[in-house]
């Protein structure tokens, strides 16, 4: 019993942890806290089921909502987040809550009026799994697994490409990154992209489990900031490892005290991870 | 110098006294000069927590609602006059917020972690007005059967709460003034720029942020209250993040953060643009989601030190 | 030999204040330069405009026949420039390894990297010996030395350095400088911006002073000894 509801704890929390990936890498290269990362993943789940009501096999509209998504990141980085890097410091950390935020205001309402009966959710043509005496949810099992192999995929490529050791090196000092040839601007589009896209995937699998609709936009970014920030806002490893914390509190007291009180429960966890470790889980950098 | 502020303040409260006469005395514009001022009021609250000692509290409309539901509940149940309960709401609502302050500094929690913690606080209020739905009435809201005003001082409903909200406004000028203008504010003026700076030169950096925290959070507490005689109808969706905290802080920052008029601005200039929106219905937020992006491009500093720039590009001309 | 870099009449400013006023120099090739200047003389400015960090508001840079003055430092990096700031000149949370590797981003670095490598740890073995540690946990010797390599790494015609003395023993100096003019005799240009007088003016082809952003002397070192009494002071060694 305790080992299932683990397991779909830790499911939730490697979501969760996508989510929150995206905004620690948005904010260690362009110091920009994105506060429309939850309208990201709607907007990838409702595409998705725009393309399937339009008769796309499902897989197919998965993919290409997510390159949708990736490419609507570009655009957005490109267009409306250059004003912002001219700012330095205290000033552009300030314009870029407000410019996302503002964003996120324009898509959430945008999405409710035009599309109000959007909702995307899949449900896998599999049933429950059993090992030793263990249900095991398909959609928990899907979700673990595609959310680890990202991430992995993530670690390896910022780890031992070049590309990946470039992004990293914008991060840590952008003027010696300059002196070696990289281009921070290029960079910070592409990890936008990155995080737009794993946005994107992080909404689709909360589509396993839930259905998405227009007006979760702001709780999904809450829910990202709020995993981002208690791993340390810099720090990729702390972000993840805050998600499945943050997820086996969930689905724990979910269980035990139902969905009400499961919420207040997560909110105190967070407080006393904040309270207890200010630095975040893992310290700021990483 | 002093004389001066002082004709300041009272063209201030001048034009605040005669604004429902240039909008005209009907019921829907009074009532949005209301909302006008009770916007402007947290927005000054904000002012102090935010613009002059950096605490980026999300919990201002729980805040709110502290003063609101508890001045409504403990009124309706035990019968004491309200007057008083908002004096006791507000000192909740003051006690809480400077708790809040206090446990951040000392923790030396940054403006972010600051941020997530009043958020979770801010959440954990809303959940729980729902949950113990048998004493707020929970999700359906609080409806107010009493009116505090009696029947014989009662001309005009909306214009008697209008002005009530504007002598508090004034007199919250008066002691921001007064704040500001003593060591205190330049306590305040070295935790904005430097805090470890200000340590170092002696200053007692949680104490000054825990005032500036009471006095902000007791006048969301005080007005809370009050708001909830007004509206004679309280929710627990009136005060969370998206309806109050969002927009008080964008008035503090687009008016201009730690100057006595900028909260006054941004607060007017708001309710201008939600008033031209408001024929657009359903694309509202659209707009103001586009226009924010906007303002924020080209005025990130505010409008009050925009405008103090203004004679100064003037002369380039 | 001809000239390779070129700074011609340059004007920068710091915001409203100008720090550099109608500069001029010139490094010729294979040659090893010096810039005097005590504190705020404009001497970082300096190669921070040359490096592409800032621009100059009035007058032209020229590198190898090019004009360099409006272009950006990942532009110039690939033309052959490289620069060592004075301090944080590496990625602190990357390894040794990792940081040389960075130096050869670059299409064109990265054909010659093991042999740029080589190169590297011949001039500065303990750079071999701690190549799998974090940049931040070197001493801070070893971090300048560092900062170097990874500019060498780029194989630059000219390389510049700002202070590379700053803030290290006596001792360690000497190797540095010792290193620096072993880069130069193996065929790269370079520049040196210093206050440290005595140790560079016996290493440099010509030596410039710099004071209040104007340059004030220019010559071969001897020279330049004769004519400033500060300089000359340093060079005698009194």
């Not at chain 1, 409702?46 to 570009?74: C, D, K, P, R, Y």
């Not at chain 1, 702390?238 to 429960?265: D, E, K, N």
Request: hydrophobic share 50%; with cysteine; glycine share 10%.
């Amino acid at each position: 019993m305790i080992v299932e509801i683990l397991l779909d704890g830790i499911a939730f929390g490697l979501m969760l942890s996508l989510l929150g990936v995206g905004v620690t890498l948005i904010f260690g290269l362009g110091e920009i806290l994105n506060l429309a990362h939850g309208e990201f993943a709607v907007i990838c789940a409702i595409l998705a089921w725009v393309l399937m009501g339009a008769g796309a096999g499902t897989v197919l509209s998965i993919v290409l909502s997510l390159v949708i998504v990736g490419l609507i990141g570009v655009v957005i980085e490109r267009f409306l987040l250059f004003p912002v890097y001219r700012a330095k410091g205290e000033t552009r950390i300030l314009m870029g809550i407000f410019v996302t935020l503002g964003l996120s205001l324009a898509v959430h309402s945008y999405l409710v009026n035009t599309l109000p009966t959007a909702q995307f959710s899949v449900r896998l043509p599999v049933t429950n799994i059993v090992v030793g005496g263990v249900i095991l949810r398909p959609s928990s099992l899907a979700t673990a697994a595609i959310s680890v192999s990202v991430l992995m995929l993530l670690a390896f490529f910022l780890k031992k490409t070049y590309v990946g050791k470039a992004i990293r090196t914008v991060a840590q000092n952008e003027t010696v990154a300059q002196l070696c040839g990289v281009n921070p601007a290029n960079f910070r589009t592409l990890i936008f992209a990155i995080g737009a896209v794993m946005a994107g995937l992080a909404g689709i699998l909360y589509g396993l489990i839930a259905t998405v609709t227009p007006s979760v936009g702001f709780d999904l970014t809450i829910y990202a900031l709020i995993v981002a920030i208690v791993g340390g806002v810099r720090n990729v490893y702390g972000t993840i490892l805050s998600g499945i914390i943050l997820g086996i509190v969930h689905s724990v007291s979910s269980f035990f005290f139902g969905t009400y009180i499961s919420l207040v429960i997560f909110l105190v966890a967070v407080i006393l991870i904040i309270l207890l470790r200010p630095e975040g889980i893992l310290g700021e950098k990483g | 110098m002093k004389k001066a502020s002082i004709i300041q303040k009272l063209v201030i409260l001048g034009v605040y006294s005669l604004l429902p006469i240039l909008f005209g005395g009907g019921d829907y514009q009074l009532r949005v000069l209301n909302l006008l001022v009770i916007f402007t009021l947290f927005t000054f609250s904000s002012n102090m927590i935010f613009g002059h000692t950096r605490q980026l509290f999300l919990c201002q409309g729980a805040l709110v609602g502290i003063g609101a539901y508890l001045s409504v509940i403990l009124s309706a149940n035990l019968g004491i006059t309200p007057w008083i309960v908002f004096l006791i709401g507000a000192l909740v609502s003051g006690g809480i917020g400077s708790s809040l302050s206090m446990i951040s500094s000392i923790r030396k929690l940054s403006i972010i972690l600051v941020a997530v913690f009043t958020l979770s606080f801010q959440i954990i209020f809303g959940e729980l007005i729902v949950g113990l739905r048998n004493i707020t009435g929970g999700d359906e809201g609080f409806v107010i059967r009493q009116d505090i005003i009696p029947g014989t001082i009662n001309i005009n409903r909306e214009l008697t709460y209008y002005y009530v909200f504007v002598i508090i406004l004034f007199a919250a000028i008066l002691i921001y003034s007064r704040i500001i203008n003593s060591h205190i504010g330049v306590a305040f003026k070295c935790i904005t720029e430097d805090e470890t700076a200000a340590a170092f030169v002696g200053i007692n950096v949680v104490k000054y942020k825990v005032f500036s925290a009471f006095i902000g959070s007791f006048l969301f507490g005080l007005i809370g209250g009050i708001y909830a005689y007004y509206n004679l109808y309280i929710a627990p969706s009136m005060f969370n993040l998206q309806s109050t905290d969002t927009l008080i802080l964008v008035m503090l920052v687009l008016g201009g953060m730690g100057t006595l008029l900028g909260p006054l601005l941004g607060a007017g200039v708001f309710a201008l643009i939600f008033e031209f929106l408001r024929p657009l219905g359903q694309i509202t937020t659209l707009v103001f989601g586009i226009l924010l992006i906007i303002l924020f491009v080209y005025f990130r500093e505010g409008l009050v030190p925009w405008l103090k720039k203004l004679p100064a590009l003037y002369k380039r001309l | 030999m001809s000239e390779i870099l070129s700074v011609k009449n340059i004007d920068v400013f710091y915001e409203d204040l100008q720090v550099l006023r109608r500069v001029n120099l010139e490094v010729k090739d294979k040659e090893l330069v010096l810039v005097l200047g005590s504190n705020g003389a404009g001497k970082s400015t300096l190669l921070k405009t040359i490096s592409g960090l800032l621009h100059p508001t009035t007058g032209q840079v020229h590198f190898l026949g090019k004009r360099i003055d409006r272009l950006s430092p990942c532009e110039l990096v690939r033309l052959g420039i490289g620069y060592v700031p004075t301090e944080k000149g590496l990625f602190p949370l990357m390894s040794v390894t990792e940081n040389l590797e960075m130096g050869t981003y670059i299409a064109k670095a990265r054909k010659n990297k093991e042999e740029r490598l080589r190169f590297v740890h011949r001039l500065f073995p303990v750079l071999k010996q701690r190549r799998n540690q974090l940049a931040c946990t070197l001493s801070g010797g070893e971090q300048q030395m560092l900062a170097v390599a990874r500019a060498l790494m780029t194989s630059p015609k000219l390389l510049m350095l700002d202070e590379p003395s700053f803030g290290l023993a006596p001792k360690l100096v000497l190797e540095l400088f010792k290193a620096i003019k072993q880069i130069n005799l193996e065929g790269t240009a370079i520049l040196i911006v210093e206050q440290n007088v005595r140790q560079t003016l016996s290493i440099a082809d010509r030596t410039y002073v710099l004071e209040n952003g104007n340059i004030i002397l220019e010559g071969a070192s001897s020279e330049a000894a004769a004519k400033n009494p500060l300089v000359k002071k340093a060079y005698l060694g009194m």
